[in-house]
């Protein structure tokens, strides 16, 4: 093995140290030993110094090439450097940079905690989404301020990093906290909407309306001091606060967390911020609601009152009362119950039901005994159940089948001491109708009460009639009951009679073309130049608004069809004046054999299926049947 000279070097140094050790052993004298062996520490410890010299000095060579040279590996050149030893060392150094930072250079640091790849603009955007977000304005102002609230919940949520934050409205009659909204990260352990006041923390809040730090929950006691999950959660911290609004106490929020101490009182005067913020909130939804339902209330009584009213048959006064009641008051399901005044009972005459779950349809008749409406048709006075899934209320009949459970009003309609009918309102929230709500109702159904009590008492006067009074004709029962008879003596004495159905075709109605309504004029024309054809011996009569028929004795189909013929034409030849404009107007005719018949319908349908083969022709046409 061949040594290098600089490892030759290195032993020749260190055989140094033995050589010192051995003297004060081969001398006896005290002084020669002293001092080889103060050598020798010298010696020793000047050889340890320039070691560890060495070994710092490179240390920090290393770490400043580190702050200047790239840090790939495959950047790394090598060096060569002759040393004083005389031997050749090769060294492989980083490549150093220019020591200039540039774009090409440049790598920015990343934080840990704020890593993220959404660029500059999708942030932008998403932001843009959250400041810009509106209020709806579908919904009413309930679910308004459920949306205002749900951002402050979740902001509150995030800022304390809480693991539940809730908010409760309190019912001072019921003696019961309503879970309103809440954001929990154990969103499926909150089943429970409603809790009645006992002795846990929440309920304290109430009852001694000051707030609640608590720092340290115990396990063993989670469900009896926290009644808002259904099962333990670890809660080990929790902050209540009580909302005051119009001088009392409406609400109560909450924040808890399963880290103990999470808490501070400085959180208990943050929150009282919040819900001092919550509390203004509720005030400007309040002035804002009442203010636009007076509003809209107002302007649709007005409307109504502004507005002629001509009631021909219950579709109109259905109509009305639906288009009107909608701007009075919320409902997820609407009923009118009517009085039927030639059937003296009461019915279902509309139903609106804006919801997919069953409800009642039309025509159903109201038992008087054990139902709701029953109640308010016996009493005079409006029932209002806040919650009919309470018990088992019957609201129409008892076999009804509703699915709907939630708010239920009934309003009766009574005008001089008589009930015409009842209006009934349904939601699907609780406790929704306010005693407010109620006696404005009551007012307003005064108006819709008065015209019930119109068309009624003008369907039975009218009943009571014989003879129609715009054109002097027979009224449908009444020549019904008159041809019945006739019928019968025709039969006896083996007469020829028939019946011809006149009707008014089809016309512009449109007041703009006309500038007025043509009919009463168009009526008032037909009616007479029918009246001019007609001999003692035929019976006229008024079956419908555009409908007229003419019953003949001892006449044959085919000298009534000739009849029919000539009236048709002098009809459409005559002009008719409305205001400055003149026009003519046409009929179709269907005429039917009524000989040796005693069955007055019979004869009735076989002239109204004439009547529709002169309709299908396009009109100003005569068919007949025998």
């Known amino acids: 093995m061949i040594l290098s000279s600089r490892n030759k070097k290195r032993i020749l140094i260190f055989l140094i ?23 020798l520490v010298v010696y020793v410890a000047f050889i340890i110094f320039l070691r560890d010299s060495v070994r710092i000095k490179n240390i920090l060579e290393s770490n400043d090439s580190e702050d200047y040279y790239e840090s790939d590996t495959a950047d790394t050149v090598p060096e060569t450097y002759d040393t004083d030893l005389g031997e050749t060392v090769k060294i492989v150094s980083k490549k150093p940079s220019s020591g200039i930072i540039t774009s090409q250079n440049y790598k920015p640091s990343i934080h840990s905690g704020l890593k993220s790849n959404i660029s500059a603009e999708e942030l932008k955007e998403q932001f843009g989404k959250i400041v810009t977000e509106e209020l709806p304005t579908d919904v009413n102002s309930d679910e ?56 846990d923390i929440i309920s304290k809040i109430v009852q001694d309306q000051e707030p609640v730090h608590l720092n340290e929950i115990s ?10 999950y259904d099962e333990p959660q670890g809660i080990k911290s929790l902050v209540g606060v009580p909302l005051f609004y ?71 006064i259905k109509e ?25 009972k009461f019915i279902i005459l509309s139903t609106e039901n804006k919801t997919s779950l069953k409800y009642v349809g039309e025509n159903l008749e109201i038992e008087l005994d054990g139902t709701l409406v029953g109640k308010s048709i016996l009493s005079g006075v409006p029932v209002n159940i806040e919650d009919t899934s309470d018990n088992t209320y019957k609201r129409f009949s008892k076999n009804e089948n509703v699915g ?75 020549f019904i009951k008159f041809v019945s008879s006739d019928l019968v003596k025709a039969k006896e004495f083996d007469a020829p009679c028939a019946l011809a159905l006149i009707q008014i075709d089809d016309f512009l109605e449109e007041r703009s073309l006309f500038e007025t309504d043509p009919f009463p004029k168009v ?27 003419v019953y003949f004795f001892n006449s044959s189909t085919k000298d009534v069809f ?56 396009g009109g100003n046409t005569v068919k007949s049947i025998n």
């Open 404 to 478: 709907l459970g939630g708010s239920f009003l009934a309003l009766p309609l009574i005008y001089d001491n008589q009930n015409f009918g009842v209006l009934c309102f349904e939601s699907l929230k609780k406790k929704i109708y306010t005693n407010s709500d109620i006696k404005f109702m009551r007012n307003a159904v005064k108006i819709f009460s008065f015209f019930v009590y119109t068309y009624s008492t003008h369907s039975i006067l009218k009943n009571l009639l014989s003879v129609d009074v715009e054109t002097g004709a027979l009224t449908y029962d009444a």
């Open 219 to 228: 396990p063993n006691a989670e469900l009896d001091v926290i009644r808002y």
């Open 144 to 199: 308004q301020f459920l949306f205002v609230l749900e951002k402050i919940l979740n902001v509150i949520k995030d800022a304390y990093l809480a693991h539940s934050v809730i908010f409760f409205l309190y019912n001072e009659n019921n003696q019961e906290l309503t879970v309103q909204k809440y954001f929990s990260n154990s969103f499926n352990s909150i089943s429970k909407k409603h809790f009645p006041l006992e002795d």
């Open 562 to 617: 000739l009849w029919a013929e000539k009236l048709r034409i002098k009809i459409a030849r005559k002009p008719i004046s409305v205001v400055s404009k003149q026009t003519t107007f046409t009929v179709s005719i269907g005429v039917a054999s009524a000989h040796q018949k005693t069955d007055v319908e019979e004869v009735l349908k076989n002239a109204e299926l004439a009547l529709n083969k002169a309709y299908q022709k």
């Open 523 to 549: 009526l008032s024309s037909i009616n007479q130049s029918i009246k001019s054809e007609i001999t003692p011996l035929n019976t006229l009569g008024r079956l419908g608004e555009k409908l007229f028929a």
């Open 320 to 344: 009305t009362i639906e288009t009107t009641i909608k701007n009075l008051l919320h409902y997820d399901a609407f009923t009118f119950v009517y009085f039927h005044p030639t059937k003296q």
């Open 246 to 316: 119009a001088d009392s106490l409406t609400g109560v929020l909450v924040v808890d967390s399963k880290a103990p101490d999470a808490f501070g009182i400085e959180t208990v005067y943050s929150l009282g911020r919040f819900v001092r913020i919550i509390a203004i909130i509720i005030s400007l939804f309040d002035e804002k609601f009442s203010g636009s339902t007076a509003e809209k209330r107002l302007e649709t009584l007005l409307n109504i009152l502004k507005t002629e009213r001509k009631f021909d048959d219950e579709n109109d």
């Open 17 to 39: 140290i033995p050589l010192l050790a051995i003297i004060p052993l081969l001398s006896d004298d005290i002084i020669i030993k002293s001092v080889s062996a103060a050598i």
